[in-house]
């Protein structure tokens, strides 16, 4: 599809808007007006032409987990094994599946509170978990043994990611306004990256002096670190240098979940408990484009290898499937009969097995696959 851009300085100089521009001026609009509603009119065409991206259910396994599943990521292949599915629920367990039948593989007991995030280290060797206990478990994948136990205070252990290279662990510290950082070699903590208060909010107003942190994402590059608040904000670090850069605004309620382009490391996107997706330039604190589908809280995002659709998960109980290029949902999944709190699809890996899956997991207790196409 061609890209529009309307703003009243700029318009890009493409066949698409050279044509709008002679079927609407006659008929007295506006250029700006024009390439807007030429815009609207060819996506509401292809809306209604069959469209060659889309999702078919593989399988499904109720009562996967004997509580809600809040969590879950793709382990990457090894030589000696192909990706495996990790889960995590409020039944304090982490679950370990294979990736094309979903048949429970492992089971790790060592929280006592709800697992609330699950990472999976680039290697495939080791995985991490984060409970509602306050620890974060990190364990050896095919042995199920505990490597490291990481404590924080109560309250400020969430979301979790390891960096591309595999050298550190970002975990989003909840009520301490902050996002940890750890040493993967040694299990030991390096920095704290503090979130700044808004501009112009005084000290003194302790309604918005700190931001409950939520969710974390790394560049691809590694090099940048995004977070989301539980105000809407989202911030920006340079993590070599351990320095705020900026923030990016848009959202007005809870930032639930971010992930960052494969393509294009520029682009991040976000969901967000006001319902929408937002798809931002992380470097030019830009918002791009803010894409509209769920009827409530967008709790999972993740963008499929190729870069060319995300996948979003709701408490509307629907799984969504938007094109990219048309920044629209094409196709939506009714797998699900209660909230889903986590969507992944699955990578590539060198071992023959190819992307093509995406998981959902939901506080219906179940896990459901699908296949992309």
């Known amino acids: 599809m061609p890209q529009f851009f309307t703003s009243e300085t700029t318009t890009e100089r493409t066949p698409e808007n050279g044509l709008a521009l002679l079927l609407l001026q006659y008929v007295g609009l506006s250029r700006m007006v024009a390439l807007e509603l030429f815009s609207w009119l060819y996506q509401k065409v292809l809306l209604l032409a069959p469209h060659p991206m889309k999702l078919a259910g593989l399988k499904s396994v109720e009562n996967a987990h004997d509580d809600s599943v809040w969590a879950a990521t793709w382990v990457p292949a090894t030589d000696e094994r192909p990706p495996l599915l990790l889960t995590g629920s409020l039944d304090e367990t982490v679950r370990l599946w294979s990736s094309d039948e979903l048949t429970c593989v492992a089971t790790n007991t060592g929280h006592c509170l709800g697992v609330v995030s699950v990472a999976a280290h680039p290697s495939g060797v080791i995985a991490a978990s984060a409970s509602l206990d306050s620890f974060v478990r990190v364990f050896d994948v095919d042995h199920n043994n505990t490597i490291a136990t990481l404590e924080a205070p ?220």
């Not at 319902?275 to 918002?287: I, P, Q, T």
Request: proline share 5%; hydrophobic share 40%; glycine share 8%.
């Open 154 to 373: 109560p309250s400020e252990v969430w979301q979790m990611q390891f960096d591309p290279k595999g050298t550190t662990l970002a975990v989003a510290g909840g009520g301490s306004a902050s996002v940890k950082l750890w040493d993967t070699a040694e299990w030991k903590l390096i920095a704290s990256l503090s979130i700044p208060r808004p501009e112009g909010l005084k000290p003194s107003d302790k309604s918005g002096n700190k931001k409950f942190v939520l969710s974390v994402a790394w560049s691809p590059d590694g090099k940048q670190l995004a977070c989301g608040s539980m105000d809407g904000t989202i911030s920006i670090f340079d993590v070599p240098r351990a320095k705020f850069l900026h923030h990016l605004e848009g959202h007005f309620m809870p930032v639930r979940s971010l992930v960052y382009s494969p393509v294009d490391a520029r682009v991040l996107f976000s969901g967000s408990d006001d319902a929408h997706v937002h798809m931002y330039d992380a470097e030019g604190k830009s918002l791009i484009n803010a894409m509209s589908g769920h009827a409530s809280w967008v709790l999972s995002v993740d963008v499929s290898p190729d870069g060319a659709a995300i996948a979003t998960g709701s408490s509307d109980k629907t799984v969504k499937l938007w094109d990219l290029k048309m920044r629209t949902a094409v196709q939506s999944l009714t797998n699900h009969t209660d909230q889903v709190w986590a969507v992944a699809f699955r990578p590539p890996s060198g071992t023959g097995v190819q992307a093509g899956r995406l998981a959902s997991v939901s506080d219906d207790k179940s896990i459901s696959l699908s296949d992309y196409s």
